[in-house]
């Protein structure tokens, strides 16, 4: 399981970085833009509870067991919440990706 998590975290974190490479070459009110675009499509795309737990692992660095006393829902569910929200980030990810890719070749 553990094993697993680790390759999922090395995944999501070559994805982000490929992505934000891709970004780099941008200027920025561009990605000002983008960036304020992206938030609201993840808001819209994501399900409350998932946008809240990847927000609390992802931006507060909290443990899953942090996250499931702060919600009081148990640690498995902290988990799902997060492999279903990551899934959908990656998606939502390679669209934006395939949609500026068609938008600047």
Not at 81 to 104: C, D, I, P, S, V
Request: net charge positive; no cysteine.
């Amino acid at each position: 399981m553990k094993t697993e998590r680790l390759s999922d975290q090395a995944a999501d974190r070559a994805a982000y970085e490929g992505y934000m490479a891709e970004l780099g070459t941008d200027d920025s009110a561009f990605r000002a833009k983008f960036r304020e675009a992206f938030f609201h499509a993840l808001q819209e795309q994501l399900t409350a509870r998932q946008y809240e737990v990847l927000w609390m692992s992802e931006v507060e660095g909290l443990s899953g067991k942090e996250i499931a006393y702060r919600l009081g829902i148990s640690q498995s569910a902290v988990s799902r919440h997060l492999t279903r929200g990551k899934k959908r980030l990656r998606t939502l990810l390679a669209y934006n990706l395939e949609l500026r890719n068609h938008m600047f070749a």
